[in-house]
T-cell receptor
Framework: AQSVTQLGSHVSVSEGALVLLRCNYSSSVPPYLFWYVQYPNQGLQLLLKYTTGATLVKGINGFEAEFKKSETSFHLTKPSAHMSDAAEYFCAVSDTAGNTPLVFGKGTRLSVIA | GAVVSQHPSWVICKSGTSVKIECRSLDFQATTMFWYRQFPKQSLMLMATSNEGSKATYEQGVEKDKFLINHASLTLSTLTVTSAHPEDSSFYIC????????????FGEGSRLTVL
């Protein structure tokens, strides 16, 4: 069974600083990996995803993530944090096709300090 | 584009009453929908898988009689919290598979339930 570990339940960065949110997964087969963002009292919005092909994937709002099979990681980065990036971020994995639910990490709350 | 719409966004009810939350897929059909529950500052907990035309599949520990799920059509799934109590207060989110090849989900806006 697949699982996701997000290191750090809370990350705080200064505005303009690098954002790095860590995600490690376990899966017995090549995974599909996702990052979702959640703003207060809202549903989840897809930031980016890795399915196949290029291991560095770019998403919305300037975020990107790199799939590293050898490290079983899919860390999320953004070169320069904005105040509007403050939110909860969830990493998720799927290793099966069809109508199956994603497995989510516990989430990382990102705070951006002015 | 494809959207999952959830209603109501907020609901307050008295203890002992029942509340229905609707989840609709717009512009696409969803034979399966997933219902999640989220406690404050926590991750999403899968409650059940809603299957069009058949019974829902509940996760271990989720009370089937408390959380009634119906998937009446290819675009509508409902979650009814029966005889609600304050401990049922939570944020409920539905989702539908956007891409069955990868498992990508599209999420509704969520419903905040407060039971007084």
């Amino acid at each position: 069974a697949q699982s996701v570990t997000q290191l750090g339940s809370h990350v705080s960065v200064s505005e303009g600083a690098l954002v790095l949110l860590r995600c490690n997964y376990s899966s017995s087969v090549p995974p599909y990996l996702f990052w979702y963002v959640q703003y207060p009292n809202q549903g989840l919005q897809l930031l980016l995803k890795y399915t196949t092909g290029a291991t560095l994937v770019k998403g919305i709002n300037g975020f990107e993530a790199e799939f590293k099979k050898s490290e079983t990681s899919f860390h999320l980065t953004k070169p320069s944090a904005h105040m509007s990036d403050a939110a909860e971020y969830f990493c998720a994995v799927s290793d099966t096709a069809g109508n199956t639910p994603l497995v989510f990490g516990k989430g990382t709350r990102l705070s951006v300090i002015a | 584009g494809a959207v999952v719409s959830q209603h109501p966004s907020w609901v307050i009810c008295k203890s002992g009453t029942s509340v229905k939350i609707e989840c609709r897929s717009l512009d696409f059909q969803a034979t399966t929908m997933f219902w999640y529950r989220q406690f404050p500052k926590q991750s999403l907990m899968l409650m059940a898988t809603s299957n069009e035309g058949s019974k829902a599949t509940y996760e271990q520990g989720v009370e089937k009689d408390k959380f009634l799920i119906n998937h009446a059509s290819l675009t509508l799934s409902t979650l009814t919290v029966t005889s609600a109590h304050p401990e049922d207060s939570s944020f409920y989110i539905c989702s539908a598979p956007l891409d069955t090849n990868t498992g990508e989900l599209f999420f509704g806006e969520g419903s905040r339930l407060t039971v007084l």
